[in-house]
Nanobody, 115 residues
Framework: QVQLVESGGGLVQPGGSLRLSCVAS????????MGWYRQAPGKQREFVAS???????LIARSVSGRFTVSRDNAKNAVYLQMNGLIPEDTAIYSC?????????WGQGTQVTVAS
């Protein structure tokens, strides 16, 4: 069974940084494309970033220049480095992957940007 577990969220002041982690199990991680999404209160879930099996990353325009995505296949982990955080980044961040046509999601980690 595929499981995704996020960590690294928390409360940070505007301008601060956080690094989110997502560890996967139950799948051939090295061959999986991985995604990060977020959902703010009262808003639809939105794409943040993705990274392919070969390490090619894609960043949403709304966070481009501030967020980067990376992966460590040896640790079955994908990371989201978030710098220059602003209050609008406050949301629950979740990682995602697609295995045999089925989408899997982690439980999410809360990121709150406030002074």
């Amino acid at each position: 069974q595929v499981q995704l577990v996020e960590s690294g969220g928390g409360l940070v002041q505007p301008g601060g940084s956080l690094r989110l982690s997502c560890v996967a199990s139950g799948t051939d991680f090295s061959g999986q494309n991985m995604g990060w999404y977020r959902q703010a209160p009262g808003k639809q879930r939105e794409f943040v970033a993705s990274i392919g099996s070969l390490g090619t990353g894609l960043i949403a325009r709304s966070v481009s220049g501030r967020f980067t995505v990376s992966r460590d296949n040896a640790k079955n982990a994908v990371y989201l480095q978030m710098n220059g955080l602003i209050p609008e980044d406050t949301a629950i961040y979740s990682c995602n992957t697609l295995v045999a046509g089925v989408a899997y999601w982690g439980q999410g980690t809360q990121v709150t940007v406030a002074s």
